[in-house]
């Protein structure tokens, strides 16, 4: 079973992620993968600093992705330009993991971008954490110390709320508590590993 999970910023997606993994879902994060592919001596990162020079680095030779983003956030074309080089490696490292998880795992594919990149249909289902706009936006802002206007940024260069909530298979609401949460992933998760775990969420509204 083959399932991407998917949220928008501060929609509580890792807070599930997490709890996927301590079900026993085998879990490969996407963000994490990022990371290791533009990991000091890699081939990733060499093209990164081709790209887009050498002031992306800092002193010690890692990648500096605050000047990154400052770089990239705003501008389409340089953000495509530093994803053809990022996702095609993420995705390779992603099949070799799943590669060698057992038959019958659950193998969920923590994709922050699932939507934006057009990776909804390569999985058996689609998890989407949703919460209202209003709620990501004071989460950003009272949790991580945005503005209202940078958290609006972020939103705003993502996938619309409609947009993911249309590729989902289950909806996974976190506007409760974290009992709730866990109590609704918990679900999912026994769905997802019966014999019919797919129609299951359809039929239960998930869409």
């Keep these: 079973m083959r399932v991407g999970l998917t949220g928008g910023v501060a929609s509580g997606k890792s807070t599930v992620s997490t709890i996927l993994a301590e079900l026993g879902a085998v879990v490969i994060d996407a963000d994490q993968l990022a990371r290791e592919v ?17 002031a992306v680095l800092t002193p010690d030779g890692e990648l500096d992705r605050p000047a990154l983003g400052a ?40 994709i922050p971008l699932l939507v934006e990149t057009g990776q909804a249909d390569a999985f058996d289902a689609v998890l989407v954490v949703d919460v209202p706009v209003e709620l990501q936006l004071d989460r950003m802002v009272e949790l991580r110390g945005a503005t209202r206007e940078e958290a609006q940024a972020r939103i705003d260069a993502q996938a619309s709320r409609e947009q993911r909530l249309a590729a989902a298979t289950y909806v996974i609401d976190n506007t409760g508590d974290l009992d709730a949460l866990r109590a609704r992933v918990t679900a999912v998760l026994a769905q997802l590993r019966g014999p019919s775990g797919v129609e299951q ?4 509204g998930g869409r």
């Design 38 to 54: 533009v990991a000091p001596g890699s081939d990733g990162l060499r093209l990164v600093v081709e790209e887009f020079g050498p």
């Design 71 to 110: 770089l990239v956030f705003a501008d389409t074309e340089r953000r495509r330009a530093l994803e053809a080089i990022i996702h095609p490696r993420v995705r390779q490292r992603a099949a070799e993991l799943e590669a060698a998880a057992s038959p019958d795992a659950v193998v969920v594919h923590d």
């Design 201 to 204: 969420g359809v039929a239960g």
